[in-house]
């Protein structure tokens, strides 16, 4: 079955750090990837996301690109900031199926 | 993209009662998604749920104690029932939302504690 694997949390940076959350996947075909991000106390918003291999997602200066031959998907942003403290969710939809498989989620810690 | 109301936001339970969540969501959609998400965990399906027929649930969950309605397609209802203080997570209800490309969109949640 399809699966997604998070980096390992938490993750703590200062404030203008490089951020990297790495996540990989194994789903047959070509899965549609998504990073849903949950500030505390509320639910989920769509951060970004890529249809099919290539493709590079962005949003709010994070950007993940699909590598189909590595099944990866990491998200990446130049320079946080204490805004961007939340838990990120990797996430995939399979070819077959409307579900969505979540990774672990990792937590991100920003300090001034 | 589609909006989704869920209520409630948050609800204190004593065991043994049920509390049923709703989700209105602004447009016709032909799939909703009901998710647990346990405390400092990650997303788990229990149902998906269409209109005009039985909900189908994940392995693990079972419609005696998460019955789910899809009476039309804009709103569905959720009840956690006969609570244990291990029912205490956050339960979310998601649609598909691809008439915009926008994917899946998410309630706000609802945060339940079970005492």
């Known amino acids: 079955g399809n699966s997604v694997t998070q980096m390992e949390g938490p993750v703590t940076l200062s404030e203008e750090a490089f951020l990297t959350i790495n996540c990989t996947y194994t789903?047959?075909?070509?899965?549609?990837l998504f990073w849903y991000v949950q500030y505390p106390g509320e639910g989920l918003q769509l951060l970004l996301k890529?249809?099919?291999?290539?493709d590079k997602g962005s949003n709010k200066g994070f950007e993940a690109t699909y590598r189909k031959e590595t099944t990866s998907f990491h998200l990446e942003k130049g320079s946080v900031q204490v805004s961007d403290s939340a838990v990120y969710f990797c996430?995939?939809?399979?070819?077959?199926?409307?579900?969505?498989?979540f990774g672990e989620g990792t937590q991100l810690t920003v300090n001034p | 993209s589609a909006v989704i109301s869920q209520k409630p936001s948050r609800d204190i339970c004593q065991r043994g009662t049920s509390l049923t969540i709703q989700c209105q969501v602004d447009?016709?959609?032909?799939?909703m998604f009901w998710y647990r998400q346990q405390p400092g965990q990650s997303l788990t399906l229990i149902a998906t749920?269409?209109?005009?027929?039985?909900?189908?649930?994940e392995s693990g969950f079972v419609i005696d104690k998460f019955p789910i309605s899809r009476p039309n397609l804009t709103f569905s209802t959720l009840t956690v029932s006969n609570m244990s203080p291990e029912d205490s997570s956050i339960y979310l209800c998601?649609?598909?939302?691809?008439?915009?490309?926008?994917?899946?969109?998410f309630g706000s949640g609802t945060r339940l504690t079970v005492v």
């Open positions: 998601s649609v598909e939302d691809w008439a915009g490309g926008y994917g899946y969109t």
């Open positions: 789903a047959t075909g070509y899965p549609s």
């Open positions: 890529a249809t099919k291999a290539d």
């Open positions: 996430a995939l939809r399979g070819t077959s199926g409307s579900r969505l498989t």
């Open positions: 447009s016709q959609v032909t799939m």
């Open positions: 749920a269409n209109q005009g027929s039985e909900a189908t649930y």
